[in-house]
């Protein structure tokens, strides 16, 4: 059949054109069939059935998602923390106090418990040495050499391929459905600008994160700049994700996707809107094909959120059972293994 | 002919379809033939050529947009200062004491020269009395209805029919071919959402401007709410404004368009990135259907941004000289005259 042929880009296409009810369902690939795609694909052709009360114009359709964790995977640290350790490493040379200090000196050791126990301070500290002192510019190249070039610690993959393929699947599928897609994440904002686009499709002016304060300067010799400065100036996480999701987006979503308690503010402010919502947690339930956690795990930690997804009737997507493959990097592996 | 005939809303499908040069020039029609009009028609078709060395790919074309006095008018006050007054009147009778307390005293005997004198501690305190102590939505809804309602107190017309018909006709030229228009206002980000998207075209998600403070709350009866606090967050002026496109919009924008020294650094930033650039002031001089205005005044001063456009070929628009005709209401009020 020609229309199982459909690639994502030509989805996007078969919208413009398209008035009608939801399109490129096939798109969804990767998932199972069961109540979580059953889900996602009702709420999506009640949004856009013109002739229902559901209908929603698509300037309106607004699709958030957190990132560590629900876009990408975000074990045994959140990515950016890695980075930094890494970038910690590369800068040693030129701080020999760092072998005295902590948390340098434990992250030199490749300790990352020093940097945990030490708290708000110490990840201060290191944001401070990694993330500042820079020009946006400089801060992008860093970023785009290191992703070009790291590998994580334990699956030995580039980081930009430990991303969810069932989850790129779902973003082409909503844009071919006309909605806006954007990442709110406690993440760096100028982090993630820097793949955003390229592995997920999704632009810098639609990706939402924490920020540090930032400097205009105008230098005699390279003219204007903008120095990033020591100091973090919001976080979105928790509370911060519908505050931050007003002042960049302006409107309430239709649609959230997280995967921990830092989400569960996004998820509530998303569905406590009128007429048709979504929210839906991502639950890690794969040690074989990728981490399980949730209640005892400090990075992803997920409880309060998982008792509120049964009574308020948001959807929990069970890794292994939901997902027929969990990586775009796996995609790649088959298609050249044959 | 009928390619005369083409309407903004038609343009922007012509767009879609071509990936060739430049579209749509024909919907400049309220533009006068000279340099400033032929400098955007340059522009643009520099960057949409897939051919020359200058071309940049639809997704990266961004244009950013000063609000008050580049969109609409800003004289004898900013609107965003006329609403705060307006409302000041209104909660009056729940304020008894502001009869005897400046600047509420003065605002109140329609005397605005308390509240510039006052500076910005008087302007903090009208802004916490009039701007918060409310939820985001109930906000939109008193700015919504004072639009309903509200004239302006020399011309008599409604604000959002006191925009500049070339400046409409520019942002839909420009989305015609393939630029994202944002707005970067030192006005509050809140306000300028409720009437951006159906007087300019541009969404919620586009408008980038100054904001306050917010809660998150979640109330027994009202479910989850997001309150505006009393304190001044972020001011998008000056060199707050690269600041503002960075954190937003996260790429340096293409073309820029301002008129006073609040948009200095803004049209600074971006001519001062690679490749075409287009940077633009619009220079009020026309006492006789707006207002003439420039190193002078205190609202809109135009000063050190003028001499800047001389030696950094930045475009001046003359409004007298350039524009056929001024306002959006104009052009409704001579349609509905025939």
Redesign the interface.
Known sequence: MEWMKISGTACAFVW?LAAGPAVCAEAMFSWNEGPAKESILNFVQDVTDGAGDRYVPP?RR?AVFDNDGTLWAEQPVYFQALFAIDRVKALAPQHPEWQGQEPFAALLRGDLSALLAGGERSVAEVLAATHAGMT?EEFEKIVSDWLGSAKHPQTGKPYNRMVYQPMLELLEYLRANGF?T?IVSGGG??FM?VFA?QTYGI?????VGS?GR???E?SDEA??L?IKLPEIDFVSDG??K??AI??????RPLAAFGNSDGDF?ML??TC?GEGARLCLIIHHTDAAREWAYDRASRIGHLDETLAAARTKGWIVVDMKRDWKRIYSGDMIDESTAH
Chains 1, 2 share one sequence.
């Open positions: 413009m300037g607004i946006t806006k954007f904002v100028e600008r686009e632009p810098p002016e639609q990706v920020y930032q400097k205009y105008v003219g204007p903008l509370p911060g519908p505050v007003q002042r960049v987006i302006g409107r503010q509530q402010w406590s």
